[in-house]
């Protein structure tokens, strides 16, 4: 895309009225033309195949294929395509996993027109577009103490306390004394920065190191 050509856009966000005010917001624009739309990120594939775009503006929590696996489907199929995602969540799991997916920037769906037009135009330069309150939390992810990974019997203790064993019938279960699962459970919460068990199994969840199919 050169400097004086439209930047072709495709939306996708699984709410028609969210769509058309976006539609609406760039109609009759000189900068950005919405080239196609999609309900969810299967049907963003396809309308990306079609039109061609420069941007996807991305949401995140759709029914079917969500806004995460898409942009880790059009990153692999479409390395010069930018995806800008536009949601209204900006918690750690939802930017983390976006952002290392792929995405090329993160906005808040709060962001007014002129600066969404501007953020669009940056994401198909290839440059970084992050909202300040996103840019915050990231910042303050990466000053934050860098924690060990969790040992493998770590791990496994924390799936049985995850399942509701006391630490007796984990250390029945894994052939250890249960002063060895203490042990363990005290390292595992000092690796996650909590103090208690509840706290380490969410926290163990939140950062995929289990997955609810392993309660």
Known sequence: MTGGERTRVVIVDDHPVV???????FAGDPQVEVVGEAADGAEALAVVDATD?????MDLRMPGMDGVSAITA??????DIRVLVLTTYDTDSDVLPAIQAGATGY????????????A?????????????????????RLRAPTREEL??????VLTLVARGRTN???AADLFISEATVKTHL?????????????????????RGLLTPGQR
């Open 151 to 156: 040992s493998q019997r770590e791990l496994e």
């Open 186 to 206: 005290l390292h595992a919460y000092a690796k996650l920065g909590v103090s208690d068990r509840a706290a380490a199994v969410a926290a163990a969840f939140e």
């Open 19 to 25: 769509r058309d005010g976006l539609r609406g917001m």
């Open 120 to 140: 669009v135009r940056a994401a198909a330069r290839g440059e970084s577009v992050l909202s300040p309150a996103v840019a915050g939390r990231i910042m303050g």
């Open 53 to 57: 775009p420069d941007v996807v503006l």
């Open 74 to 79: 059009l990153a692999a199929r479409r390395a």
């Open 107 to 118: 906005l808040l769906k709060d962001t007014p027109r002129d600066d969404l037009v501007r």
């Open 168 to 170: 007796r019938e984990a």
